[in-house]
């Protein structure tokens, strides 16, 4: 098959594995070039080169950075631009969790999933932002969490963060549709990845009891729904949060 004389340029963050990788993916079996971004070079660069092996007339660049760091972010962004282009769709997808009681929790563990999943949003939508609104088109897309919508006992840090999201993603939408950029979240239930894999069986069972279809979701039916709002079908959705749950949030 001929490739697309223009590809989308896409970066996608926490793409070594689960959720992101499946994303990075997906957007990539639509023609875009993707700059995968992770802390662990060695994870990002495998699913880089399984991407060139697949598409090899199309670029596939792999980062080692913290999202939380304001610098490292715009040194990625900077690079990304240069070597590519344009950035015309950002996944932040970069996420990570340190259950805890209230009681019980550090301010360490309350700091680090902020600094990860709020400030790394901020920093990667901030430096993005500029260069989709000399673009003027672009489509950002954050992937939030039911925890941010409903709460869940034993991560207060995790839903703050999340409802933080999808406060940031109403906010942005706002902010920049009349430049032709549009915002949104996904927000999945319980997939299976090494996140939900660090969780005890009792508790994975507790979970997948309330799922109303009754199973846990799998990493690429995230990522169909990315592509979609990535995708020309999607250009009049801007300020969403779609479930992605299996029902496990209806209200
Ligand atoms: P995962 O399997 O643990 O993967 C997390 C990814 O993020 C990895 O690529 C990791 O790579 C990267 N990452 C973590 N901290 C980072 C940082 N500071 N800077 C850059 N990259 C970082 O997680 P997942 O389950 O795929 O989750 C992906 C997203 O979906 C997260 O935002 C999560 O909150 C959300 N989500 C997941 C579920 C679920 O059930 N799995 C449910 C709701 C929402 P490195 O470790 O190399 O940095």
Redo the contacts with the bound molecule.
Sequence with gaps: MAEPILSQVAIV?????????AIALRLAADGAQVAL????LA??ENVAAELRSKYPTRRFLAFA????QLKDVGVVVDSVVKELGRIDILVN?????RDNLLLRMSEEEWDDVI???LK?LFNFSKAVARQMLRERRGRIIN?????GLIGNAGQAN?AAS?GGVNAFTFTLARELATRGITVNAV??????????DAMSEEAKAAFQQKIPLGR??K?EE?AEIVAFLGGPLAGYITGEVIRVDGGLAIG
């Design positions: 963050t926490g793409a070594s594995r689960g959720i992101g990788r971004v992770a802390r662990s994870g990002v950075c913290d999202v939380s997808n970069a996420g990570i969790t600094a990860t999943n790394g992937i939030t969490s039911i925890v995790y999340k927000a999945p239930g319980f997939i299976e990845t090494d996140m939900t846990l979701g990493p995230i």
